[in-house]
Structure formats: C-alpha cells, structure tokens
C-alpha cells in the first residue's frame, strides 16, 4: 500500500446534476474532488487547492471557461494544471479558441462519465510519467 495522496480534481460547472454524477464517478476512482459554480470561484479553488486537472464548462456566470484556462496556462504557478473544456460549444471555432487558450482536451455535452473518467487516468497517468523522467533526468 502507497502513502501516495490521491489526485485532486477541480469540477467546474453551473449545472449541479453534472457536478454530482462526475463528482460521483471521480470520487468511486478515489480522486480527490472540489466543485465551483463561476469563474471566480474556480480560480479561488485553483489558488488554495492546487489541483491536478480541472474539467471546465465554457459557459459560465461572469468569465467564460475560455478566460479560466487562459489563466490557467498563463500563470506559471497554474501552467501545468489539466484542463479539459467540457461544454455544449460544438462548433469549429469553439474547438479552436479552445485549443488557443491552451486547453488540454475539448470534451462536447452529453459525454459518458465513465469517458471522462477514462481521460482524467490517462492524462494523470501521462503526468505523472512526465514528471518521474523529469526528475530521473534531474538526478543524472
């Protein structure tokens, strides 16, 4: 058994029934999960939290999802945070503003939770793969 704390999760999303299925199914996965309803209070919990992957609605009360992640990937203290965009935004360029922001993955509405959940270990996975080169190469 691993001492190792679980991955934290930022679910951001003005819908509570979006938040509680995903909270759900991320929680079963033994992550670690905290919600915010608008843009502020995401950045709120990003500053005092420090999650590991955000999944973030676009449509949102006050900023968009699309300022978030570009404060996000603009901050060198958030920088490497996960984003996933997670919205009913289907067209090309809201794919491209997205991809313009830095986000790492754009999931469009409806999507199976077990999907996302799929993609949350795939890209910890990748990041933590990442980060154990790094640290192997800075010990070399």
């Known amino acids: 058994m691993t001492d190792q ?15 509680k299925i995903l909270r759900l199914f991320l929680e079963l996965e033994g992550f670690s999960v905290f919600e915010a309803i608008t843009a502020n209070q995401a950045i709120s919990v990003i500053k005092k939290e420090k999650p590991h ?16 992640c ?16 997670f919205t009913a935004l289907n067209q090309e360029h809201d794919y491209r503003e997205g991809v ?16 996302i959940v799929e993609k949350v270990h795939e890209f910890l996975r ?7 080169v790094n ?6």
């Open 5 to 19: 704390k679980p991955f934290r999760i930022l679910l951001v999303d003005d819908e509570p029934g979006i938040r």
């Open 53 to 68: 992957l955000v999944i973030l609605d676009v449509i949102l009360c006050g900023q968009t999802g699309f300022d978030v």
């Open 70 to 85: 570009e404060w996000i990937k603009g901050n060198p203290e958030t920088r490497d945070i996960i984003v996933f965009l």
């Open 100 to 115: 313009r922001v830095g986000c790492n993955l754009y999931l469009t509405k409806p999507k199976n939770p077990k999907d």
């Open 126 to 132: 990748l990041k933590s793969e990442e980060s154990q």
């Open 135 to 140: 640290s192997n190469t800075a010990k070399e």
